[in-house]
């Protein structure tokens, strides 16, 4: 059976076809206005900043002949050669190195360990739909803020004149933006849970504290874990930067060859940061899986 669409007359197509290209006409002003609007702020940031693209495209090659140089001996009677063409001697310092990157993983381990438990502790404060107070979230909300805010190199910094030189200043360091950061996505987890079980519960006259034990963790715990492995992982990058103000880790000697010019020491030492990142970063992802894989088969 053959159907008929029905034609509007042009006496009344026309105020539509009309009002269609005007709201079309005004997305396209708008989209205009927000692109000049980019452009002016890009151009307003980079006067501020006094950026000069003349200076940036002129030195753009040393930026390249930098990497370059850190796979060419720099000294020596290998000078020039590739790192790879004598690994002996480009890793002449493996024993001392893999002594600090193994510090190094302690460092983010500690911190990490530290940091999430404190943010165990506080995400429940935080949570609006278990806290029904709003000052006490309120302080604990800002308190995250304030520790994942301050970036880790400046309380490192603090707690090397506090503390001295070693590895604690850098632990107190991670842990403590590990605190605001795992803190603000314990919160967010929290929040996001099914409220039935906690009424249930609340209903039977459980506590605040048995309430959260019995039903709330079994529905967070996963998430929880999952995101310790990944903030593990991030640590383990901040701890070896650590060093380069004085608080422990391999960071201590690559600050070093950066500053005395120690181009193949430098890949070296990069080199297995890099490795030892990527064998984590895998590790823990594989982990995190499992845990949540197996939250949602529960």
């Known amino acids: 059976m053959a159907l008929a669409l029905l034609r509007l007359p042009d006496a009344q197509l026309l105020p539509l076809r009309h009002a269609y290209g005007e709201a079309v006409a005004a997305k396209r002003r708008q989209m205009v206005l927000g692109f000049a609007l980019l452009i002016a702020a890009i151009l307003l940031s980079g006067w501020v900043a006094e950026v000069q693209p003349a200076l940036f495209l002129r030195n753009l090659g040393g930026f390249f002949s930098y990497f370059g140089r850190l796979f060419l001996f720099d000294g020596g009677s290998l000078k020039g050669q590739l790192v790879f063409t004598n690994f002996g001697e480009w890793y002449w310092g493996l024993a001392g190195w893999a002594s600090l990157l193994f510090d190094t993983i302690l460092i983010a381990y500690l911190a990490t360990l530290i940091g999430s438990i404190g943010g165990f502790f506080a995400c429940f404060l935080a949570a609006g739909n278990l806290t029904p107070s709003p000052w006490i979230r309120g302080v604990v909300k800002r308190m995250l803020e304030f520790c994942r805010t301050v970036p880790e190199i400046v309380f490192a910094l603090i707690f090397v004149v506090a503390f001295g030189l070693g590895p604690l200043p850098g632990v107190l360091a991670i842990a403590i933006h590990t605190l605001g950061a795992n803190g603000k996505l314990f919160t967010e987890v929290v929040e996001n849970i099914d409220m039935k079980p906690v009424e249930g519960a609340i209903a039977t006259g459980s506590t605040w504290t048995e309430s959260i034990r019995f039903a709330v963790l079994p529905q ?72 949540l894989g197996r939250d949602a088969r529960g």
């Open 220 to 291: 967070v715990l996963s998430n929880f874990a999952s995101y310790a492995l990944l903030r593990f992982e991030v640590n383990v990058r901040g701890a070896s930067v650590m060093g380069f103000v004085g608080a422990g880790g391999i960071g201590q000697d690559l600050i070093e060859a950066i500053r005395k010019f120690y181009y193949a020491d430098v890949s070296a030492i990069l080199l297995m940061i890099l490795l030892t990142v990527m064998l984590i970063d895998y590790g823990t992802q594989h982990l995190r899986h499992y845990l």
